[in-house]
């Protein structure tokens, strides 16, 4: 079964830091184009950091280049975000989103086929 289950996310202050974990099964996730996605609410969905596996290529939203990490753990088939300095307008849902056939842009232009994952809430606030 193809599936990516999502962990890490909770309840933080301005300025502290998170480490998202994505889950991947029934697929190999080194070989696909991966990333990390959020919804806030009232708000559309939007690409935070993206890779693609075939060329290395990775994509960060202006808002969180220099803060957001994101890496693979290939023996672990494992998704990471590491979220430092975290602010307010990063509350969000995240979602952890793969395409197997690695789409060159999965962040701005979707994948081929997509795998989602469910979600996990970070918030942050004083």
């Known amino acids: 079964q193809v599936q990516l289950v999502e962990s890490g996310g909770g309840l933080v202050q301005p300025g502290d830091s998170l480490r998202l974990t994505c889950a991947a099964s029934?697929?190999?996730?080194?070989?696909?184009?991966t990333g990390w996605f959020r919804q806030a609410p009232g708000k559309e969905r939007e690409g935070v950091a993206c890779?693609?596996?075939?060329?290395?290529?990775?994509y960060y939203k202006d808002s969180v280049k220099g803060r957001f990490t994101i890496s693979k753990d290939k023996a672990a088939n494992t998704l990471y975000l590491q979220m430092n300095d975290l602010r307010p307008e990063d509350t969000a849902t995240y979602y952890c989103a793969a395409d197997p056939f690695d789409s060159d842009d999965l962040c701005r232009d979707g994948g081929y086929l997509e795998v989602w994952g469910r979600g996990t809430l970070v918030t942050v606030s004083l």
């Open positions: 029934g697929f190999t996730l080194d070989d696909a184009a």
């Open positions: 890779v693609n596996s075939r060329h290395g290529d990775i």
